[in-house]
């Protein structure tokens, strides 16, 4: 039984908003640090954003900056990411991921290919005119 699941994902012109949603039936969110992440066909898995639960800090990749927001929903146990202003090159599968030290990982040149606690299975999103 998967661990993680990520829903919202779709076709969406360019400029247009999607709100991606990571949810558990296993486990508390809040008790994670919460990333994103995304990867295209022939391209590197990258970093998207994180969460940390302690005290609700993020992080952000230069790319999507200004255009995404990590946020959390306790009372329903799930994390969203909203993007906003949606371009071509943000087409990929948009994976959630759980894991106690993913936070302390952000900005090491492997951060988006450790081994970390619990992945989602993605959801594809697609930016097309």
């Known amino acids: 039984q998967v661990q993680l699941v990520e829903s919202g994902g779709g076709l969406v012109q360019p400029g247009g908003s999607l709100r991606l949603t990571c949810t558990s039936s296993?486990?508390?969110?809040?008790?994670?640090?919460i990333g994103w992440f995304r990867q295209a066909p022939g391209k590197e898995r990258e970093g998207v954003a994180c969460s940390r639960p302690s005290d609700d800090s993020t992080q952000y990749a230069d790319s999507v900056k200004g255009r995404f927001t990590i946020s959390r929903d306790s009372a329903k146990n799930t994390v969203s990411l909203q993007m906003n202003g949606l371009k071509p090159e943000d087409t990929g599968v948009y994976y959630c991921?759980?894991?106690?030290?993913?936070?302390?990982?952000?900005?090491?040149?492997?951060?988006?290919?450790?081994?970390?606690?619990?992945w989602g299975q993605g959801t594809q999103v697609t930016v097309s005119s």
């Open positions: 296993e486990f508390n969110l809040d008790y994670y640090d």
């Open positions: 991921v759980a894991d106690h030290l993913l936070w302390a990982r952000w900005g090491a040149s492997d951060f988006a290919y450790k081994a970390y606690e619990h």
